[in-house]
């Protein structure tokens, strides 16, 4: 099947009087699309609405032209979805196997034979053959998480929605994240949440959430080029008008905002973009 082709188009929600997303527009069929924000920026419940576990208060998603709203086409949009949640409700008592066998069946997958090989696939792609006749309760809150990640990508779903997949991996797991997103980007549509901006370098498109809407929608490259010329290296520390600043190991500053005259400037990075973006 081809990579889902989903459609947000005026995406409204909210909890009580608080407002979450406010106007969101998506268009992505194919490649990793990275949602970066703070925490609390509405990363989750975008991808909750998206994974159909949220209904919008307005605004419409089409998944493939299905309305996630209507209860049959529901049914279908699930059916080609793997969705990562922040918290994963395991049975804690039951095995590996059985864990991702159990996901294998509620995708559909009847055939006993390409079950089991759809979940070693799972695990392996995960690093988890070797702890597939342990009990969930066993395992480490890393093994937990790659566990996670095993039940969104079994059966090779057309729409990946992922929420903070490298939670509590440590890097070398975090790098296999990366090519598990990667090497399927022209069968998939993976939408990752993140706050990490080296996380999202990898991303086809970076979507920057802040204040309840898109504020950026572009590649990575061009989130960094949105601090060009605006970042420096200086000896003395910042003074009140610099946008952000840390102090580097050999005593000198480096510096986000409105250089002075005769500074510098310096490569700038996705980071620098993002600050200036949601610091404006």
């Known amino acids: 099947m081809s990579p889902a082709h989903v459609h947000i188009d005026g995406l409204v929600h909210g909890f009580g009087q608080r407002s979450v997303l406010d106007g969101i527009d998506v268009l992505a069929q194919g490649g990793v ?51 990562l949640p922040q918290e994963v409700g395991f049975t804690r008592s039951a095995t590996v196997f059985d864990t991702l066998d159990h996901i294998a069946v509620l995708k559909g997958r009847r ?12 695990l392996d792609r995960v690093r988890l053959t070797d702890r597939v006749a342990d009990r969930v309760t066993s395992l480490s809150g890393g093994m937990r998480r790659r566990l996670g990640l095993a039940q969104a990508i079994i059966g090779d779903p057309t729409l990946l929605v992922l929420d903070e997949p490298a939670a509590g991996l440590d890097p070398d797991e975090r790098q296999n994240v990366r090519s598990i997103l990667a090497e399927r980007r022209r069968e998939q549509t993976t939408l990752v949440s993140t706050h990490l901006t080296d996380e999202a370098a990898g991303s086809d498109v970076v979507l920057v959430l802040h204040g309840g809407r898109i504020v950026f929608a572009d590649t990575p490259e061009r989130l960094a080029m949105v601090a060009s010329g605006r970042v420096w290296i200086q000896a003395h520390p910042p003074g009140p008008d610099v946008r952000a600043s840390w102090r580097r190991a050999d005593g000198s500053h480096r510096c986000l905002g409105t250089p002075p005259p005769g500074a510098s400037a310096v490569p700038p990075t996705i980071e620098d973009g993002y600050l200036l973006l949601v610091r404006s």
């Open 111 to 122: 055939d006993e034979r390409r079950r089991r090989h759809d979940v070693f696939e799972a």
């Open 33 to 83: 699309m990275s949602l970066l924000g703070a925490n609390g920026a509405g990363k989750t419940t975008l991808l909750r609405c998206l994974a159909t576990v949220l209904q919008p208060l307005d605004g419409t998603i089409r998944i493939d032209g299905l309305d996630p709203r209507r209860e049959a086409e529901r049914v279908e949009v699930r059916r080609r979805l793997g969705y």
